[in-house]
């Protein structure tokens, strides 16, 4: 699996494109309605056993396939978590 492959991959918010100026870099990127894992839990979303099992379950299946390309999340946080219905 490349990399190319691990960014179309199921787990992952899909990246569309970057620019920049002086100043900034811009990043582009899917639309995710629901928002991250943060968000959730700033609504008051009381999550159940059942849902956390299918988040944890999802988490581990992206981290295990950045992990075979040899990649390295150093900031995992509700924040950049994205949920999908």
């Known amino acids: 699996m490349s990399h190319l492959t691990c960014r179309q991959h ?5 990246f569309n494109s970057a620019y920049q100026d002086t100043h900034y ?3 582009t990127m899917e639309y995710i309605p629901m928002g991250d894992m943060s968000q959730s839990f700033a609504d ?11 988040v944890i379950k ?12 040899g990649i390295t999340h150093r900031d995992l946080k509700p924040e950049v978590c994205a949920l999908h219905s």
């Open 44 to 54: 008051g979303y009381r999550w159940t056993g059942s849902d956390t099992k299918v």
């Open 25 to 27: 870099m811009y990043i």
């Open 58 to 69: 999802q988490l581990l299946c992206g981290l295990a396939v950045m992990h075979k390309e």
């Open 10 to 14: 199921e787990w992952f918010v899909k």
